[in-house]
């Protein structure tokens, strides 16, 4: 309570505290003093030391302001008073203190008292309210907080609480340590402008400079390299205040962090006269600005401890010192000496609309040429010397930009919000460039990410109100704020720069811009601006609004600048003039000089006689020799498992054109794929990928390979995107307009180049701009609907904008490495992100590095020779270095070593000693990479002139990658990759740098942009430290990198011969380990030593698991010549072992060595530290930036990428905020009327470079041929016929072979072939005749293949195949109804009404009719009543026409159902109906919407196909009375009308015809024919109507084999494709509760009613396989669950009135299921006996394939078998009607202990039954033989008999 300083609550005016932060600042120890704004706008830059959320959860610290590391002391609470409330958020008075019960009360709070929010540890999701007295509570700076406590308890109003321990005792903390008010008051409440009491910031005990120190010092450890954000307060957060809010996404994401503020330099300005708590909630927007600063101390302590005492001195006394008037004068806005030039009187005043003159000669005298952003208002007109200034507009845009925000939410409804003002973004920008590293380039995207913050806090009350229809969040809090004003902003601009020395200078007082530009040039004249990198030119004088600008007088960020704003091609003449003119001549002579007597030539002179003599000759030659290296292996054109995986996402998204309902694909009309690849004009590109498909063998798949596999067979499908493209590709055109049934694939590699529109291309005057925009986005090439696009890139941002022409869900993504276990891939990918990762490892030198020698010599040369490109003098420095380091290492001038870097001597070294470790000389790739190739031609002159004078011309070689010519290889060299690759070829020579594999050598890579280029696994080394870091754009940054990505094998590659036992050493994962703790062996482990590769999928053996050892990448990177480093001491369990072959140590080729270990990359240290340098959201700096040249934003205003977003979501991100520029090829892809604009035949695939894309889009192109040849073949059924070895008429006995039609009468001559031969009816009882035999091993057969899948047979698809939904031909679009041409088809629903005698009652049936098909019926009037089903004549005859209207019973496949009869009737009319249940009606019709429709009522929908049969023919039988009636009353006279209909299964897919040899009767072949040839073949046969049923035969490969006679008709059995007379069959009928066997036991009845029945066995029918829906799929489920569970079939029975588990299942199938596998029980005398079989009385039922049954009927003149003498083992009654009588049974015979079993509905019909036919006479019954089906009462079970004969 004795503070001094404690509870001073002054008031200060504004100017004074001004003065005192001035004062502060300039008496700060820091040496760049951090700006207040700075960390309140800008994101954290989060270096690679740096631990991400270092501010995060500080309020869960302990806050008792101890230092000591002692446990906390025990806490005993007092026990509360006798019979007081103790629940958790009441008072001990029992009321309410919780903020979600309070929030609406009115709260007397005492003047002084603030209400806070408290926390208990019991109840952690509440808050309790407090009233405490301000004075005991911190400022909003964690400040003047007196000591002790005051409150008052709002529940019970009890006041006066002294301590806090009581007052916590009293509010029932029920804490379990001291209380402090420190740890347990949490927030501020207050009022929200509804006046609920809502939370608040959080109080600030600790202070803002504590923790921020805090964090400062963590960052200090780490030490990072210097660059921008090293010692940059973008490091820290940015936040406003306590409860400033940081927000991911504009659209609705809110994410507020309650973390307190950020240390701001000692700059303090008190935000309001009155500190209140409320203040940190200060809003910073137009006119309104709080600007908050703080101090060194933390404020004043919570207990006095030890080291502390209030005389203590510190910068904190600083800021309350009164400071004079003059300090102000100390701002650098202008020197004593122009103080009077400043003055707005003692100017000349420029008139409106004047000019500025640059003066002559200012890049001569200040070295620089300076960039001028403008800003506010209008720029001046610059005359004269304009060519030595830069005016920028970028700034401007993104002023203007900020304005634009607020019309996006006003467009959505929201409240106006104002924007900006020009001072706050002007002193947002002044904050931005003060914070800026002396090497750092300003870059227009943070200034928007600054923006946009500072916008987004400044109105958070608004953007909440605006999406509070989004999302909940609590109640906004207004904060207090004051406005800023335009007299303010030059004294906040003063005081921000005050911190930054004179790097930023602040012009304000001139009164307009041409003035403040005239003063600038003169400063840059006398040199008063040679510290200055920035001048801010504020002007406020002549107008009402604010004008401004910036110049860049930065010597480093003007060249930066100024090299950023020409384009590629004026880069290229700019530095082919300066090469050409001799600009160079004076930097080349500088480096000719080694020193004051030294000359580089001489010393090369010197070296080159030395290389000449004998000793180095001899070396040379001992090196020399056959090869002896066994570790060579090229493995760049094996496919992996990941990109097979990726080729088949390819064809599922091509499966998924084709299956949309937009038919824009029709795969099934495909039978052939041809393809052509374009790829960039880079003749390495194009050889390397027509290598790539001559290996894969995708040429030999499609058939196109007329002259065998060759790279020259391959380049006719692969074509650079040159002038030499348009032939090909209008060749392409013009075969797919010959070929429509042929689909073309047109790839794109790298799609990401060359994206300007053919107009821009065709202004540029540039031939090869364009190129894809007029040749694969042409008219042709979209609206062919045989060609398919497939864009390949790594780098698919440039194709991902709003007018983009691809789907987002035709885009495929490469997996992550993380998803490669998925794949059983045994490579990881090692890319940009990987390579990141090496950055912050920490345990080994990164893979990713600068060189700051390097940079130290280029940086002295740009100052000194400023109007030469800084590309050419890197080219220059680098050149100097390698030919130092060649010098330094061959030529044995060790001196010459401090004239290079330790990196380019590294380098140079590795190149030069590996080569020498083999014995066949393999070595390693370094790369240059130099993108102007007239600089790279000057490189590899002097290399190769340096190496040559070195006489090192054969240990490595010297190649000039130019993408415009091929690779040029020394005859040395060129003989040995011969060698290594094993080519016989003598004119032979590397195409591709993938063929340079382990040559050692210096690739010089050059061209503007990567096209594609693939290297090898030699590759070591990309120095990239020659490319400028101007061109700040994702793609560019990231395309350059990825020339380092590399493919790492994630587990150890085994020899060619495997292990002996012998060789086994400890380290061998399938042998027991014998290595203890104290001695381990050290193998180099990539896997382990590399950041982002997982170790643990390293193979080990389960039962011996071995511990690996590794060696960093710090040890593994010495000199490959000292093979002690990698010497292993193993101890083996056996003599003379050695290490294991997956060890990467026991190769004595150091290539082989490295082979796993990714290259290393120089990269210059400006685009080191834009890379590394991470953002808020975790990802690279360089993801934030524009994702290529040709596009922009389409707001300043846009969410950061997450590093949590997916391919796809960065894919989206990219469609929503970018949008292609007027010369992007996309730009004019915008159509009138349309929600989208993308081509349906459109894919892209996008991969990180070189992980394989090319392999997978080639494997890619074989799958989708093999499918396609798959769509067009289908799987038939084709099985042996069953029991072939009974009788059958001998061929020709009845009809002669050649007969085209059956005879009447010889048909009814011939016997009636009971034996079934459908393979499908194996499992069934067989039928018995007088000549029946069993097939021996029937039973034995079927015991074995019960369960196995039948046989089918693979045949490809014919002319006149029958298609299912999935099927999209031009030719039958209209017949399905889908054709977008025509309208969609309108159906009619239309009741039927008729009566059945066995259904009992009337049934009312539905047609679903389209307008198209209301021809074929007959209604009372138009659009009336429907009357019938009109028939044709018997006479009638139409040769396009099909008489025999056809029904298709179908369940469950209205997918995959055949029911597209287009192709099969070979365009004839027809009558096709489908027959399907009332609940499948919707299904059907979206799938067939041009389809007749019959719903079969509501009660069959549990039926089976029996009853779909039933109905089918008496409906039929019922329509052909009415159309009989119908045409009586039109013509009165009784016609012949067409009796049949055609009953065909859902999968008939087939017809074929056998052709007969008319001499010899035999069949010579089988060949498809139509449906409408098949039909019009049997309708038009003598005397049709007297058979009652024909048929056909079904197709085997085993029945219709040439050289065979047969009969070409005969009477038996008919299946799934009848053609049936439902005249003559009207007395027969289909048994409707049947759901197995019912056409075998129809044909039975219709045999025995006497009726002919005539199989056409000319004719067959092929099934196709449909393993979904049907009939025949059987669920059995009990009644308790709908899942279906595993029941035996003897659970489908059970006694009645007994309690048994009911089953959910119609009683029927219970019942035929129950006979068919327990029929060994129930008929036992007849298992087996086929002499014996069981009589089943006008009916047939499956018992089993163990029983034989005997078919008899009892009508009256029936046919039947003869009995006589023959004994029957069982009796089979089922559902007897009065034929059968008691004297009916008495003809038949039986075994003594032959089965009866009765079937009968009820159990009262079956006793009238045993009555009416006394049984009892002659079959003995006990009441325990009477059964039911085990279904409840309700679900009507059957009940049957059993007994045994006496």
Not at 392 to 412: A, D, F, K, M, V
Request: net charge negative.
């Amino acid at each position: 309570m004795g503070n001094s300083y404690a509870g001073q609550l002054r008031t200060t005016r504004f100017e004074e505290v001004l003065h005192n932060s001035i004062e502060a600042s300039l008496r700060s120890s820091t040496v760049v003093p951090r700006p207040v704004f700075s960390q309140l706008y800008l994101e954290p830059e989060q270096r690679p030391g740096v631990p991400n959320g270092q501010m995060e959860n500080e309020e869960d610290d302990d806050e008792d302001g101890s230092e000591s590391n002692s446990p906390p002391i025990p806490y005993q609470i007092k026990p509360p008073p006798e019979g007081c409330c103790t629940t958790d958020g009441f008072c001990q008075a029992g009321k309410d203190l919780r903020l979600a019960s309070m929030s609406a009360e009115c709260v007397d709070v005492p003047t002084g008292f603030l209400l806070v929010g408290a926390k208990s540890p019991s109840i952690p999701d509440h808050i309790l309210v407090c009233a405490v007295d301000q004075r005991f509570l911190p400022d909003e700076r964690g400040r003047n907080a007196l000591l002790g406590f005051s409150g008052n308890c709002v529940g019970c109003g009890e006041k006066g609480f002294r301590y806090f321990t009581e007052f916590s005792n009293h509010i029932n903390l029920k804490l379990t340590t001291q209380p402090k008010k420190q740890k347990h008051l949490k927030y501020h409440l207050l009022r929200s402008a509804q006046g609920v009491l809502v939370k608040g910031p959080p109080i600030c005990w600790k202070g803002i400079n504590g923790r921020a120190r805090q964090t400062s010092s963590v960052a200090c450890t780490e030490q990072p390299a210097p660059g921008p954000g090293a010692n940059d307060p973008l490091a820290s957060s940015g936040h406003a205040g306590p409860n400033s809010a940081s927000y991911t996404d504009l659209n609705g994401h809110l994410h507020v962090s309650e973390t307190s503020l950020p240390m701001t330099n000692g700059s303090h300005i008190p935000i309001s006269q009155q500190p209140l708590p409320q203040a940190s909630l200060a809003a910073y927007g137009p006119g309104r600005l709080t600007v908050i600063g703080s101090i060194a101390n933390t404020g004043p302590p919570k207990k006095r401890h030890k080291g502390w005492s209030p005389e203590s001195s510190g910068p904190s006394e600083a800021a309350h010192r009164p400071a004079p008037s003059s300090t102000v004068g100390a701002t650098k806005s202008a020197d004593n000496r122009t103080s009077g030039f400043l003055c707005q009187g003692s100017s000349p005043l420029f008139p409106p609309g004047e000019s500025v003159t640059v003066p002559d000669n200012l890049l001569q005298t200040c070295g620089l040429q300076p960039v001028i952003f403008k800003g506010h208002g209008a720029l001046p007109r610059l005359c004269g010397n304009t060519g030595e200034v830069l005016v920028n507009g970028r700034l401007q845009s993104c002023y203007q930009g900020s304005q634009t925000l607020p019309r996006i939410y006003e467009q959505h409804g929201a409240s106006s919000i104002q924007p900006l003002s020009t001072e706050m973004q002007i002193l947002l920008t002044i904050y931005y460039l003060v914070q800026l590293a002396p090497d750092q380039v300003p870059l227009m995207e943070d200034l928007e990410q600054i923006l946009t913050r500072s916008w987004r806090e400044s109105h958070l009350t608004e953007i909440r109100q605006y999406q509070q229809n989004h999302a909940q969040f609590p109640t906004p809090i207004l904060g207090l704020a004051q406005p800023l004003t335009s007299s303010q902003l030059p004294w906040l601009a003063k005081l921000a720069t005050s911190s930054c020395g004179e790097s930023v200078l602040v012009l304000d007082t001139i009164p307009s811009l041409a003035e403040a530009l005239d003063d600038t040039f003169q400063r840059l004249l006398e040199g008063r601006l040679s510290q200055t990198h920035y001048v801010v030119i504020i002007c406020m004088g002549r107008s009402q609004e604010t004008e401004s600008c910036v110049v860049v007088t930065g010597k480093h960020q003007t060249r930066a600048l100024a090299e950023s704003m020409i384009s590629p091609s004026d880069c290229m003449r700019e530095i082919r003039q300066e090469l050409s003119s001799g600009m160079t001549a004076e930097l080349e002579a500088s480096f000719s000089s080694l020193g004051p007597d030294e000359d580089l030539e001489a010393v090369l002179e010197k070296a080159s006689l030395e290389s000449a003599s004998p000793s180095a000759q001899g070396y040379r030659q001992e090196h020399t020799g056959e090869p002896t290296c066994s570790e060579y292996r090229v493995t760049w054109h094996e496919i992996r498992p990941i990109q097979l995986a990726v080729a088949r996402k390819l064809l599922s998204h091509v499966c998924a054109i084709a299956d949309s309902s937009t038919h824009n694909l029709d795969l099934g009309s495909f039978d052939k794929v041809e393809f052509l690849i374009c790829v960039p004009p880079s003749e390495v590109t194009f050889q390397q990928v027509a290598q790539h498909l001559c290996s894969s063998g995708v040429l030999q798949e499609l058939g196109l390979d007329q002259d065998g596999p060759s790279t020259k067979g391959a380049e006719q499908y692969v074509v650079k995107l040159d002038q030499s493209a348009v032939a090909k590709i209008n060749g392409l055109i013009h075969k797919s307009k010959l070929n429509p049934y042929t689909l073309f694939i047109l790839v794109h590699d790298h799609a990401h180049w060359d994206i300007s529109s053919e107009q821009y291309g065709r202004l540029a005057g540039d031939p090869s701009s364009g190129m894809v925009d007029s040749l694969l986005n042409s008219r042709q090439i979209q609206e062919a609907a045989n060609i398919l696009t497939l864009h390949v890139t790594s780098f698919p941002f440039a194709l991902q904008t709003q007018n983009t022409r691809i789907s987002p869900y035709n885009e495929i993504h490469w997996p992550f490495n993380n998803d490669v276990d998925l794949y059983q891939e045994k490579t990881k990918y090692f890319g940009v992100t990987e390579l990141l990762e090496s950055t912050r490892s920490g345990n080994s030198l990164p893979l990713l590095r600068f060189d700051s020698s390097f940079e130290s010599m280029v940086a002295a040369l740009e100052e000194r020779f400023p109007k030469l490109h800084s590309v050419v003098i890197r080219t220059q420095v680098l050149l100097r270095h390698y030919c130092m380091a060649l010098l330094a290492t061959a030529g044995g001038q060790t001196q010459l070593q401090k004239h290079t870097s330790v990196e380019t001597l590294e380098m140079v070294q590795c190149l030069l000693g590996v080569a020498g470790s083999c014995g066949s000389r393999h070595g390693h790739m370094l790369l240059l990479r130099i993108p102007f190739p007239v600089l790279a031609a000057r490189a590899h002159q002097r290399l190769c002139r340096v190496r040559d004078l070195l006489g090192l011309h054969d240990r490595f070689e010297v190649v000039l990658g130019d993408p415009m010519s091929g690779i040029v290889v020394g005859k040395h060299f060129l003989n040995q990759l011969k060698i290594w690759l094993k080519i016989q070829d003598p004119d032979w020579t590397p195409r591709t740098y993938l063929e340079l594999e382990a040559l050692p050598c210096i690739l010089i890579f050059t061209g503007m942009d990567p096209m594609g280029e693939s290297l090898p696994r030699s590759l070591k080394y990309c120095d990239q430290r020659v490319l400028s870091c101007c061109a700040q754009q994702r793609t560019a940054l990231e395309q350059e990198l990825g020339l380092a990505a590399y493919l790492v094998w994630a587990e150890p590659r085994s020899e060619r011969k495997p292990p002996t036992s012998s060789d086994l050493s400890e380290s061998d994962p399938d042998k027991p380990s014998s290595t203890d703790n104290e001695e381990e062996e050290h193998a180099l482990n990539v896997n382990s030593a590399l950041p982002g590769l997982d170790q643990s999928q390293n193979p080990q053996s389960d039962s011996s698991p071995h511990k690996p050892h590794k060696l960093s990448l710090r040890q593994a990177s010495v000199s490959d010549d000292t093979p002690q480093a990698y010497r292993r001491s193993s101890k083996s369990t056996s003599p003379g072992s050695s290490s294991t072959p997956d060890s990467p140590l026991r190769y004595s080729c150091s290539w082989a060595r490295d082979l796993n270990r990714p290259p290393v990359v120089l990269l210059p240290k400006a685009l080191y530290d834009l890379i590394t340098t991470v953002d808020s959201s975790g990802l690279p700096k360089s993801t934030s930036f524009l994702p290529h040249a040709s596009v922009e934003w389409d707001s300043s205003f846009r969410p950061l990428l997450s590093k949590m977003m997916t391919c796809t979501e960065q894919s989206l991100y990219y469609r929503q905020w970018t949008k292609p520029k007027p010369h992007h090829m996309d730009s004019s892809n915008r159509s009138e009327g349309r929600s989208d604009n993308f081509h349906p035949r459109r894919l892209l695939l996008s991969g990180p470079p070189q992980v394989g894309k090319t392999g997978a889009y080639l494997q890619f192109l074989g799958i989708l041929s093999r499918m396609l040849i798959r769509l067009m073949e289908v799987d038939i059924y084709d099985e042996e016929d069953i029991n072939c070895q009974s009788s059958e008429p001998e061929s020709g006995q009845y009809h002669q072979p050649v007969a085209s039609w059956p005879n009447a009468d010889t048909m009814r001559g011939m016997p009636f072939d009971f034996t079934i031969y459908d393979p499908k009816y194996e499992d069934i009882s067989a039928i018995y005749s007088p000549d029946f035999t069993l097939k021996p091993e029937r039973n034995h057969r079927r015991q074995e293949d019960v369960y196995l899948r039948r046989r089918t047979a693979r045949i490809k698809l014919s002319k006149y195949a029958a298609y299912n939904t999935y099927h999209h031909c031009e030719q039958c679009h209209q017949y399905m109804g889908f054709n977008p041409r025509y309208q969609l088809c309108e159906s009619t629903l239309h009741a039927f009404t008729f009566s059945h005698l066995l259904l009992g009652e009337e049934i009312q049936l539905y047609f679903i009719i389209p307008k198209s098909k209301e021809h074929h019926f007959s209604f009372s009037q138009p659009g009336g009543q429907l009357e019938s089903m009109r028939l044709p004549l018997s006479s009638d005859w139409n040769p396009d026409c099909i008489k025999s209207p056809i029904f298709t019973p179908t369940t469950g496949r209205h997918e995959h159902g055949l029911f597209n009869l287009f192709h099969a009737m070979d365009g004839a009319s027809h009558l096709h109906i489908l027959v399907i249940k009332e609940y499948e009606m919707a299904v059907y019709k979206k799938y067939w919407p041009n389809h007749i429709m019959l719903v079969l009522p509501t009660i069959f929908n549990g039926a089976g196909i029996g009853a779909a049969h039933f109905l089918i023919k008496e409906l039929s039988y019922h329509n052909l009375e009415l159309e009989r009636s119908r045409r009586m009353e039109h013509d009165n006279r009784l016609q012949d009308v067409w009796p049949f209909i055609i009953l065909a299964d859902d999968s008939c897919v087939m017809w074929n015809a056998v052709d007969i040899d008319p001499k010899s009767g035999a069949v010579e072949s089988e060949q498809n024919v139509s449906l409408k040839q098949v039909l019009q073949h049997m309708e038009s046969s003598p005397d049709i109507t007297q058979y009652g049923m024909c048929g056909l035969r079904k197709w085997s490969s085993w029945g219709g084999r040439t050289g065979r006679c047969r009969e070409p008709f005969t009477r038996g059995h008919l299946h799934d494709f009848v053609l049936l007379n439902v005249d003559l069959t009207q007395d027969v009928r289909y048994n409707q509760n049947r759901f197995t066997c019912d056409d075998v036991d129809f044909n039975l009845r219709i045999h025995s009613a006497g009726l002919l029945i005539c199989r056409f066995n000319n004719f067959s029918v092929m099934k196709k396989q449909i393993a979904i829906g049907g009939y025949r799929t059987f669920i059995i489920k009990t009644k308790m669950t709908d899942v279906p569970t595993t029941v035996q079939p003897s659970q489908y029975i059970c006694a009645p009135d007994s309690k048994h588990l009911f089953l959910a299942t119609p009683a029927q199938l219970l019942l035929e299921k129950y006979l068919q596998h327990t029929s060994q029980r129930l008929f036992p005398l007849s298992a087996g006996n086929c002499s014996h079989p069981v009589l089943s009385v006008d009916c047939y039922l499956n018992l089993g394939p163990e029983a034989t049954v005997c078919f008899v009927s009892s009508r009256p003149h029936s046919i039947n078998i003869s009995t006589a003498g023959l004994l029957f083992s069982g009796l089979l009654l089922y559902f007897c009607d009065s034929f059968v009588t008691p004297g009916f049974l008495k003809k038949f015979q039986f075994l003594k202990g032959a089965t009866l079993c009765v079937i009968c509905p009820n159990r009262s019909a079956l006793r009238q039954t045993v009555v009416r036919l006394e049984l009892e006479d002659r079959w003995r019954f006990r009441l325990s033989d009477e059964f039911q089906t085990a279904n409840a009462k309700e679900d009507q079970p059957l009940f049957f008999l059993t007994g045994k004969h006496i």
